[in-house]
């Protein structure tokens, strides 16, 4: 029994711990004002407070903290991506996660399960060797493993489904997951603390900019003024940087992702294949969650199709056999923003004090901590853009300098 | 405990009494009937503790007997959480109990209910991360206790198929409301599909009872019941459920081991409502039941649910279901009924004449129980004193039945799936679903209609509105009658000692709910989340309603502002194998297949095909390449390249459509010559290459890459439906098939049996093509050099594949001819530095990092991505495809190893093999610009981590003047 559970069991009273805050009144004007209170819009808010001190901060939810891609997402946590750019971003992110539980003083439920891809082509065994070399080579703990590694850490798992027998693995040790949810209650109740605002039910409707300035947001609650504006959404990207003048390189699909009842453990690791376009984990809870491409065509909605989920668990099936007879419990959808290029756009914006954290696709989740810190640099420091998303900034897709993660991200998530 | 005999017909509607069965529980011996389920033959035999709760372990027993909540899951030898209220009981079934450790009965784990209150809503947000890496150590050992069943790892896959079905009209549900609307939307004409998930017709007419008298829905039941069977215009699926709703009535309706997948014009959902518990403690022991449990219980299968009962209700069905319990020999120890109001008189009149005792403005406070918790034993009433309060003092009684029922809630899933919302009406404390698509209707309690002839009458104007949409006859609707509300408001009744649950599945008492709120989880979203309230494998069937009650006064709101949350398919759990189906795995093999098995051909996935690798072992593969490679640069060889994309352009604008996507100029190419061909997209990047071959003056023959050609031929007709172009694009791909003769003496070969074709490097040569016979067959012949040899490609309809490859074999075997495979092909070009799009081209790469800006041509007005390589083209370049070598005797770079550049990374391996021919290991590979001056040193770092210094060479390795393919 850990100590910090006896004052809930030994009190006569339960001891209320207020992680999220009780509704308050919108001021006229925020020095900062953050659209969207998701994991990163509460990160930002966080760091904002946490290491420049600015807490004149309001960050605006038009719905329920947490509850737009944050709250849909599968919480894999890793950085076995492609480009140098992309792996020394996520790398710092997994460091990030790892002492979020004792930042927060809230546990994050961060368990180190490790991420096992598999190859069934030679031209996989290519890209994952290419993988796992850019990651060591930044210090990540990634490998390539033949057949036998792979029937060692997951027993269960077919090596020869239908006509792709598995040829190899990329072994990500770095590999986790989190509960999701609890990240974003952890920066919202540290923000909190710090004197960051958050209001939920408050939806931005329109941006006030005057001379490539923004002034202020209107909201269903009132106009207000603000220094600066971070859009920090998921599932709207464009839709919003269109509101400020924006044009955005972003197409909006719908993700699924699925979940079956509890069962007792058996699987430890994240199994994906890039072939199949099928990944699998089971949860804390013992429920198994898949999870595959994103659907065929672009669409702002998050109904289920029945489509996806026959070829999806189809492709479960032929991974592990066994789950034939696992029982599917609820099916779910996210909106992911795409960029052609398959990574984030971090940064400044041609509004002068509109900064973005958008496109952030189906890769959203894992960046969470090292976004929040640098979008928060960013910000505070009123431009200055850290070298770590540098790479990232908008005007790279019509300056030709994309950082191309596609086959680092198909599936894998 | 009950006795268990059980009771005499007409109880017993699905069981079969001539046809005792048995079975096992938990290594013990029952005896069942045909028809029941595992649960009712359990109940049968007075066994009444059927599974563990999720958390503290705790005894459960049936609570539905419909198949709708957690504590009636067992385990299966083959298969977890299996509801034991629904699966059919069967001779010489294993049926186990989960979640325990020891045994079913004294679970080791049970203790953890007595620590509950170490246990507040989320404490594992509170804890075991303190210090620094204690989590690490506490997960392992909290992660053992997840999950509820055991997955058989060994479980082989069964057959399950699907099947189609079109139909005017889907009702789903077939209770009175299903029934009668079928009934009439048939009897208009209407081809109506009626899906049931219960084995016999009937819904709440079987086990319900509506009359003092209790013969109305007997009488109703057989009336509807001999009209529906055998309607010419109602197909009916019984033991079948609609999973889900999808857009456009796109229903999956699981029965047995198949999928139905439904289209149905209109749909009309007739499912009823889910009886609702009332909250208080210990409202989960065994015995304790929702009241429509207690009546399936004695009307499906003739199992008597107990010897004194004590009823709580919110509603009159309550006194109905004590004359039900009463007639079957059940003694009623009291009706408990929440509502001080005066309830129906006859009712009340009834219950005094059969002396069962009445407790108006009461409800139960407390389950008492047996050591153990094994069942109820008794019970604690009280007067109600206000909203959730009671007296102090109250009235004990024995009882070893506890039937409740706070009201109900409509089967809103598969409604909110389609966009329907719920919304509460104070004044009937109940949820209403509103804004359905038209194409949707609902019908009966679902519909809020709970007396039987405003069921039957709201059934009869659904049908009457899906006629009128469908265009067929319309009959005249019935009138509505005013009825009393059937839900109980404020059903929840907390205790300072707890184990008051809203939601079984999850073990979540009133005090978790609410102080999920004061730490902040206001929505009831963020408290379904932080509490996990509805997650389990019922999904808040039981938890919506009292969960959306007590957030919304713990949070000052109205219930309708406070919701529920978001139901999502499916409606109930389902197994993967429904919604898998037969496993297709489509792959592909060319018509020589057979052939290369013969020769003994090593076969390795390209895209969906099947191709060649190299003929011999897999072990063998090194020695088996470097000689197949030796015998075409010295002899010759034959590769099948069927799978190389193909596709026919012809139209008076052919030569138009080749100019706007590809890079090369075609305009001018002369008929029976071929070009090259690279594409690149809007980006500029390079996304395929292929051969042009000029057939006629509105003809071309365009080849893909094997992976390529069918993103290829979309993009085609995606183009081409903007360009308009008088142009006609056919897939030939499969049409086709075609091999590779290559070698200095291919062209021998190829005269033996080749008619119609001079074959003289004069009349035919390098990059040109004809049309003749080769071995009799029409064949179009390609002069290539992508193995860097003279080569003929030589491309037949496919059905003569195998006849084309045995007459070149045969033609070839003097010579020393032999086949050789995919592998060795990329040795070969690569020695002649040739690329393999997607091999040595990544998602960036522009033409002009491959050294391939000789292959774009310059005075078209417009090709696909000639802005962005213009663009591209202005910047500096920052990497480029380097070929390097390294000693024989080096460690050898893989494809994917790293270039490096300092301590940064330039770039990466992309092809990599030793050359027999060239006497070194040779590859390609990127490199910063400033590494790829030929003569200059490339650090690769390789396996290990070993760097080696590679040379960077001027392309191609073999033969630089290319006299060897234009001889």
């Known amino acids: 029994m850990p100590f910090a559970l006896l004052k809930h069991g030994l009190s006569a009273d339960y001891p209320v711990e207020v992680d999220l805050p009780p509704p308050c009144d919108l001021k006229p004007r925020y020095d900062v004002v953050i659209i969207g209170a998701g994991g990163h819009g509460l990160a930002i808010a966080y760091y904002l407070a946490k290491y420049h001190g600015v807490t004149n901060v309001a960050v605006l939810e038009k719905a329920y903290l947490g509850g737009g891609n944050t709250a849909r997402n599968t919480a894999v946590i890793r950085s076995n991506y492609l480009t140098s750019e992309g792996v020394r971003f996520y790398a710092e992110s997994v460091r990030m996660f790892q002492e979020l539980s004792n930042e927060f003083d809230f546990n994050i439920m961060y368990s180190e399960r490790g991420q096992l891809t598999l190859a069934h082509t030679d031209a996989t065994v290519r890209a994952f060797r290419q993988r796992a070399e850019v990651n060591k080579h930044f210090g990540g703990r990634t490998e390539m493993i033949d057949r036998q590694q792979i029937r060692e850490l997951v027993p269960t798992l077919n090596l020869d489904p239908g006509h792709l027998p598995v040829i190899a693995g990329l072994w990500h040790i770095d590999g986790a997951t989190a509960r999701h949810d609890a990240v974003a209650w952890g920066y919202a109740k540290q923000a909190a603390k710090r004197g960051v605002e958050i209001h939920q039910l408050t939806e931005v409707q329109d941006l006030v900019v005057r001379n490539g300035r923004i002034e202020a947001v209107k909201t269903n609650r009132g106009t207000v003024q603000c220094g600066c504006v971070v859009q920090a959404i998921a599932g709207a990207s464009s839709l919003l940087m269109a509101k400020a003048g924006i044009r955005a390189p972003i ?56 489509d996806l989920k026959e070829s999806l668990l189809g492709h479960a099936i032929e991974m592990f056999p066994f789950m034939a007879n696992a029982k599917l419990m609820r099916q779910w959808a996210g909106m992911t923003d795409m960029t052609p290029d398959y990574s984030p756009i971090m940064g400044l914006s041609p509004v002068e004090n509109y900064y973005l954290d958008a496109g952030w696709g189906t890769w959203g989740f894992k960046s969470t901590p090292i976004c929040g810190k640098t979008m928060a640099e960013l910000v505070a420091s009123g431009g200055k853009v850290p070298a770590l998303i540098a790479p990232f900034a908008l005007e790279r897709f019509s300056r030709f300098q994309q950082v191309n993660e596609m086959g680092a991200t198909a599936a894998s998530h | 405990m009950n006795s ?23 290594g013990q011996s029952y005896q069942g009937f045909e028809g029941d389920s595992v649960a009712s033959a359990l109940l ?69 209910g007595k620590f509950s209150r170490f246990m507040p809503v989320g404490f594992y947000y509170r804890a075991f991360y303190k210090p620094k890496g204690m989590w690490k150590i506490w997960e392992p050992l909290i992660r053992k206790k997840a999950g509820l069943g055991v997955l058989d790892l060994d479980f082989k896959p069964q057959y399950y198929d699907k099947a189609y079905l079109f139909v005017d009209l889907a009702v789903i549900g077939a209770g009175p409301a299903g029934l009668r609307a079928a009934l009439d939307a048939a009897n208009s004409g209407a081809k109506v599909l009626l899906i049931e998930q219960q084995p016999v017709l009937g819904g709440s007419l079987n086990y319900a009872r509506f009359d003092i008298a209790g013969t109305r829905a007997t009488s109703l039941r057989a009336e509807l019941l001999a009209a529906v069977e055998g309607h010419p215009n109602i197909q009916v699926l019984l033991r079948a459920t609609c999973n889900a709703w999808f857009t456009d009535n796109y229903l999956p309706v699981i029965q047995h081991k198949r999928m139905y997948k439904v289209r149905a014009t209109r749909c009309l959902v007739a499912a009823g409502s889910f009886d609702q518990p009332v909250v208080f403690r210990n409202n989960d022991l065994p015995g304790v039941m929702l009241t429509s449990a207690a ?33 079957q020999g059940v003694t009623v120890a009291a009706l408990v009924d929440m509502r001080t109001t005066p309830v129906d008189s006859e009712l009340a009149t009834e219950l005094k004449r059969r002396q069962i005792p009445l407790h108006l403005g009461s409800t139960v406070y407390e389950a008492l129980h047996e050591a153990g918790m094994r069942h109820v034993s008794g019970v604690d009433i009280r007067p109600i004193t206000g909203q959730g309060k009671v007296a102090t003092q109250g009235l004990q009684l024995a009882c070893d039945l506890l039937c409740m029922s706070a009201g109900y809630m409509p089967v809103y899933q598969l409604l909110c799936q389609a966009g329907g919302k719920l919304a509460y009406e104070e004044t009937r404390a109940e949820f209403a679903i509103s804004n359905l698509p038209t ?51 404020w059903p929840i009744f907390p205790h300072p000692k707890g184990k008051d649950f809203v939601d079984f599945d999850e073990d979540l008492q009133v005090r978790d709910i609410v102080n999920a709120t004061r730490s902040g989880y206001r929505d009831i979203q963020l408290v379904k989340r932080f509490s996990t309230v509805g997650m389990g494998p019922s999904q808040g069937r039981h938890s919506a309603l009292p969960t959306a009650r007590l957030v919304a006064h713990a949070t000052g709101r109205s219930i309708g502002e406070t919701g529920v949350t978001t139901a999502r398919p499916p409606f109930e759990a389902e197994k993967l194998a429904h919604v898998a189906g037969r496993a297709f795995d489509p792959y592909r093999q060319t018509p ?19 191709r060649p690798a190299f003929y011999g072992k897999a072990e063998d593969r090194d020695r088996c390449m470097q000689e197949e490679a030796r015998h075409v640069r010295e002899k010759v060889g034959l590769i099948d390249v069927s799978t190389l994309g193909g596709l026919d352009v012809r139209g008076p604008d052919a030569a138009e459509l080749l100019e706007r996507l590809y890079t090369f100029g075609f305009a001018k190419l002369a008929v029976g010559r071929t070009r090259y061909a690279l594409m690149t ?184 991505g000639k802005r962005s390589i213009e663009i591209l083209e202005a910047q500096p370049l920052k990497r480029k495809l380097v070929g390097f070598t390294l000693p024989p005797t ?14 940064d990374i330039s770039g990466n391996v992309t092809s990599c093999e030793y050359s027999r021919t060239v006497g070194q290991i040779i590859g390609l590979a990127y490199a910063a610009t400033h590494q790829a001056t030929p003569g200059m040193h490339i650090p690769i770092r390789v396996e290990g981590g070993e760097i080696v210094q590679a040379t960077v060479v001027q392309l191609p390795f073999h033969d630089p003047e290319n006299q060897r393919q234009e001889l």
């Open chain 1, 251 to 306: 197409q909006t699909y719908p993700l699924q992702a699925m979940v079956t009842q509890p069962f007792k453990p058996f699987l430890d690791p994240l199994v994906s294949s890039s072939a199949l376009h099928c990944y699998v984990q089971q949860t804390s809870r013992g429920e198994i969650v898949f999870g595959g491409g994103s659907d065929p065509y672009p669409l702002y909605n998050t109904r289920s199709t029945l």
């Open chain 2, 4 to 26: 268990p005999t059980r009771l005499p017909a007409p109880m017993g509607l699905l069981i079969d009494r001539e046809r005792p069965l048995r079975f096992s529980f938990e």
């Open chain 2, 44 to 112: 049968g035999n007075g066994r009444w503790l059927l599974s563990r709760s999720f958390k503290y372990h705790r005894p459960r027993g049936p609570l539905s007997m419909a198949g709708q909540d957690a504590n009636s899951l067992v385990q299966l030898p083959e298969e977890p959480n299996v509801p034991a209220d629904l699966h059919p009981a069967s001779e010489g079934l294993k049926v186990a109990g989960q979640n325990f450790s020891g045994s079913l009965d004294s679970d080791r784990d049970a203790y953890l």
């Open chain 2, 295 to 327: 009546q399936r219980l004695m009307k499906f299968y003739a199992v008597k649910p107990g010897q004194r009962a004590v009823v709580l209700t919110g509603n009159d069905d309550g006194y109905l279901a004590a004359l039900d319990l009463q007639e």
């Open chain 2, 439 to 489: 194409h949707l209707d609902i019908a009966g309690s679902v519909n809020g209609r709970h007396l039987l002839d405003n069921v039957l009458a709201d059934a009869a104007r659904g049908a009457a509105e899906a006629l009128a949409a469908l265009g067929l006859d319309v009959p005249t609707p019935a009138a509505f009658a005013a009825e009393r509300p059937v839900n109980f408001p």
């Open chain 2, 592 to 610: 020589m297949h057979r052939r290369h098995l013969e020769a003994g051909a090593k076969m390795m996935p390209a895209g969906l095909w099947q």
């Open chain 2, 681 to 864: 997209n809007e980006h500029g990047v390079v996304i395929d290459d292929g051969v042009c071959a000029r057939l006629g003056e509105r003809h071309f023959y365009v080849s893909a890459t094997t992976s390529g050609v069918d993103r290829l031929y979309q993009q085609m007709l995606k183009w081409n439906a903007q360009w308009r172009l008088d142009v006609d694009i056919t897939n030939v791909t499969a049409a086709l098939a075609a091999v590779n003769l290559a070698g200095p003496l291919s062209r021998q070969v190829l005269a033996k049996v080749c008619e119609g074709i001079d074959l003289s490097a004069e009349a035919f040569p390098y990059l040109g093509v004809r049309l003749g016979k080769v071995a009799g067959i029409a064949a179009r012949v390609l002069r290539v050099g992508f193995v860097g040899e003279l080569g003929y490609e030589i491309h037949v309809p496919a059905r003569y594949a195998e006849r084309l490859w045995d007459v070149l074999m045969e033609a070839g075997a003097a010579l020393g001819i032999r086949p050789f495979g995919v592998e060795t092909q990329r040795l070969l070009r690569l020695e002649k530095g040739h690329v393999i799009i997607s091999q040595d081209t990544d998602g960036m790469t522009h033409p002009a990092e491959i050294d391939m800006q000789w292959a774009i041509g310059r005075k078209k007005p417009f090709f696909v």
């Open chain 2, 890 to 903: 080096s460690a050898q770079p893989l494809e994917g190893h790293l270039v490096l550049d300092g301590a």
